[in-house]
């Protein structure tokens, strides 16, 4: 029996993008997807460019998103697209996703979820209501070790989590790129498209994400420190949080863009009673176990490690020492979404996709931070935001 | 314009095989290359079966690759294969390849190249003759970093090379792992199938090729030690090397596959009149420069960098801090294989793809070892062994 | 001319204590300093035993620092104890402190200075009032690349600092350690000996002090997080801090004795508009330069590299490549704190010893971090408290 | 009872000598070792004023060690010296050890032992016909994870031995140093006063000596490449060797002084049949311990590890975390032989000092790699040479 490929359709992802690429090589890599049409860009010329560059059929190169959900609606079940990608700026995703969703189409997003936390709630409605699968990129908990780390938390291998500290040093918008004709700095420090927050929403959210991936607890409480230090930026470019979570752990974060030299350098490392974990995202096939009096333990990725959990090792393609990274990081994600959209959820029995519980909980924590940073209470209690939010939907139907 | 992929075919990759899978992870990754048929078994199921997960259509599943040649030859010039990847064990490599040279079909072969040195001198005529392009996917040599390294030794910033240490220790032949059902374990250590070297023709090549890419110089002779430390095991396992190279570095080169618990750990270090690089596999995205009287400079890969050539900027696919890997290197190799076929040599301008010149360097290699590790001579001449073989080729004719 | 030693009396450091014994290896590295008495233990026997093994005559064992002073106050000025260094538990510093002072012994105090921010004050002004030399061993800052991090910044290698994260974890009371016979437990965890602060006091206030010497600044704010993780444990064990700096850097602090598996990993990380510096107490022989668009700069620490500033080579006593440790560290701290007692400050024009000020910054910071983190503002100030308690010691005068 | 200093000579170690300060700096560490006299250098003014930097009474300085050996030989059974320490050019190593073991002196000595395995011949005779202790300061085993590594090797916690892999290279004779006023240059690229071996005496043996220390085996055959690489130069600055052990391992070896920009960067691999340990002693608190199928372990040096052996946690001075160096290494070679003197072998019983055994071991690997390099046969047995050298021993007397 042939296994026909899951189709694919994007919108954004045009040239000059950057994640659109990645999200093409992601879902390219296991030869499960294919992607079939695609709203690349709202210049016209650009779209039909990157449809021609990519191989699809002219007429599958769709003006709007709005246009190429109706069309491909029309088409015969087996041709048309069946799930969306959404790489495009972030105030984008929350209208992109309704409309997919109202046409019956899976969603595929990049993260964030929405621009804020009311979007969020409205958007988790929406898919409860359509029936459909959504999931959202958070790529780092594609990692096989960041799964294994999850794993062993689950177990109690360290005992209760007690402390967490995770980073996420950027040096790239250290001067005054915005205006410069960088597209990227463009929409990420501007409010109507980036959202409530700068570097707290492209790469806190990461941050505070792997932290409750990884523990499998929520952020309940924030004190934050939220600056633009670039002169006549109108985000936040640097941000440090202190965090409590539901289950009794304390942490700190930190978040910044004008860390002048750092690459990617997301990090994190969880403190619980019998040992502590650290993570590096720049060197992500190890995971380092460090218990009292023992030898440091460093797990290596493999696909033939016995002593990696099964969620680990399915997100493994390679035996150990090959190195994989950031795109298989993310092709796991596709691939595990594949496997929902054909209705095979074994992958995720031990490693849960990231959805929409993640991306509210990640507006929900923006949101508290902004508030904590600007006022004068020492903490924040992000449950008390979303019960508020949920509300305010409530009310709002 | 629609820019067409170029069709692809391969030759083993079978269920239950390794390579086959990451060859076509590697030609799907940029969305260049289509696999478009296969004889992936002499299993006919094996075939049929590997072919359908594949989303092959049936009638181009073969039952052999003689079969497929002809087959495919056949086929209209905008829907055959354009070229075949050779992914068997390395008996079968020099026959495939030379059928598929003799149907005009371009060959892009896992290595090495041929079973010894007289085959290599073989396939090295009938590439000429051909007029088809060959690669050799030697994947180290696809990584970012170390086109930089080869670049910057090109262009003097180490000065004249003295000394290079290149070893690649691997544990997973540390037991007697043939005959208990493991396919790699099987084929690897069988004469027949392997050729004249174990680890030596296994990861042996992959460290003399890394040294002879990289400071764009050849073996001249060599003094070696090779042996087979698991007992009954008919070939080597483990060899060390002293070596001289033709431009007066000296060398030694270390493989095995008895280290138990190393992973895949190849390695190497080139050091020359004013400075020192250092790369390691298992961390591939660093290049490590020492020079006297300065900090160490640690070069990152990074698709934005403009300290990195352009050969190794091409090379990257995200920017700096997101890692790529093993897969992407072999994708590189892929991508480069890509654009010759399409006619478009700008990418190999800066970094030559690996072909037949290194893949018969390679088995000259290999034949000098294992000649001098058997006699009583000290250094064996690397290109004497050549001028012969190809002497005896000439004879043959 | 025989250069003669600098005469050294102990208080604290019997049998039984560890830091002691590190003072001692540290004054004797460099041949400068020589222990000629000392008031080990309040345990008469014990002190009388700690003298012998040292090889001290058994007149020079006093039972009581008060003793000590009197007596070495009158022997020959070619005889007596020219400073005192101080290795008790943190209760009797100031006390010690202030007796030597009083007859005119210089002191080398272990840190922290006194027990809290108002004994620090008392002992600011009977160190000016004396004319006597202070020192505070604040080990951390004895490290070449820590002084050559302080200078890289002074002389703008990385333009105005920004962020700095600096962290403390240990694990080694992860359990309640206390009560069960370890000496270093009990004393620690007692708020009557250590001080205001638990892990705050012993090893947050390395933290502080580190980013304080690096920066050349001062801590000015600070917001924090303080807990005792361990039941019935009477002091924190474990802090977050977000800290403002007087220059308008912002940074984020976390020290921490519950971080089971830890061991002594103090380390620090100081971005600026053009750079970011980072170096780990557990590797003290790198130091990490990040630039944008350049290679990663790793400094190492070696007597002949011109690369470095005076005051860092000055604390190497190898060339690179023969790591030096934290005795050398501790014992750079002592060769300074020598030349000083000679009269030869030529060592510190370079880098200046920790002294009183440091000392009373700390207390600064513990006591500001237990104020704020005991109520609800948001924000505390560091300088209001150090006003107040200078207005409370001339009240008290 | 007062544990009175064991009382050290010194010959060599005046101004200018780089090793001497860190001999005084390794005898002074633990307060166990006294200098009381010393014939630093032939030349007078220089040996006076070395005595009076050091605060030795001047009738100790001595014009020659035969005249020192003569005047301690004559005082008071508690007022001499008890042993020397030798600390000039190899080729005044073999004169002053016997003239010391002559006078009843115990010798600890800088390596290599002598110049030649003729002189180490006739050393061990001497100090076996004297009675006297001798000890080599083979520095590098004296690190708490080297006598680790060792400990784990005897036990079988990797099983036998199959490949080593030990390399030093360096960089500082990249450059014709020599005759340009660089006092270690010139002695040391000097065959009189280096004696056989360049880079191969000065580091070789270091590196020789490690791999047979940890194994507690004997190199029996060497296979090797010897070259002077800079122009001019009198002995050899680059070598390396393949070998083999009595016990059947085999090996490489690599020592470098032209390996431009490196260091100090000795470090082995041993790989058994269970597992491979890995140690570089520019991080020399960590063993890395890989086995099959396991996480990697990290083995850190830490006096409170109960996991390390009794060897190993007897050589470290400070808890984990706290990094010691080379120069507590080298005290810890002083530590043992003051134990030694004192007549408490109890540190030795688990951790051998490393003595003349040693020391005629690597001088016979000097003879043996000179001896290869320079003809024609494939494999030196060492033992044949050593064999030999007794034989000639013998007939000499």
Known sequence: ???????????????????????????????????????????????????????????????????????????????????????????????????????????????????????????????????????????????????????MIAAGEIGAVRRISVEYPQGWLSAPLEGSGNKQADWRTDPARAGLGGALGDIGTHASSLAEYITGDRISHVCADL????????????????????????????????????ENGLWIRISGEKGTLEWHQMAPNELILRRPGAPVATYHAGAEFEYLTLAARRACRTPSGHPEGYIEAFANLYR??????????????????????????????????????????????IGALVTAARRGQETDR
């Open 227 to 262: 600056r633009a230090v670039v002169p006549g930026r109108r985000l936040d470019d640097d941000v440090a949080v202190l965090f409590q979570m539901e289950q009794g752990a304390h942490g700190s974060l930190m978040a910044s863009q004008i860390s002048a030299g750092e």
């Open 1 to 151: 029996m042939i296994r026909a490929r899951i189709r694919m359709g994007m919108v954004g992802g045009g040239e000059g993008a950057f994640i659109g690429d990645i999200h093409r090589m992601a879902a390219r890599l296991d030869g499960q997807i294919e992607l079939v049409c695609g709203a690349f860009s709202r210049d016209a010329e650009n779209c039909r460019r990157t449809a021609a560059s990519l191989g699809l059929a002219p007429e599958r190169a769709y003006e709007s998103y709005e246009a190429m959900f109706v069309a491909e609606a029309a088409l015969p079940a087996d041709v048309r697209m069946q799930f969306v990608a959404i790489v495009t700026p972030n105030h984008l995703h929350l209208p992109v996703a309704l409309a997919a969703l109202k046409h019956g189409f899976h969603v595929m997003s990049d993260k964030p979820a929405t621009l804020n936390l009311a979007e969020a709630v409205t958007l988790e409605a929406a898919i409860k209501a359509s029936g459909c699968h959504y999931g959202l990129t958070h790529t780092y908990l594609g990692y096989p070790l960041v799964r294994q780390a999850r794993d």
């Open 336 to 381: 595990d979404f594949a496997s929902i959209v054909r209705g095979d959820k074994r992958a995720l029995d031990d490693a849960p996709l990231p959805g929409i519980e993640l991306g509210l909980s990640a507006m929900a924590f923006v949101e508290a931070v902004v508030k904590n940073a600007a006022g004068d209470e020492k903490w924040t209690d």
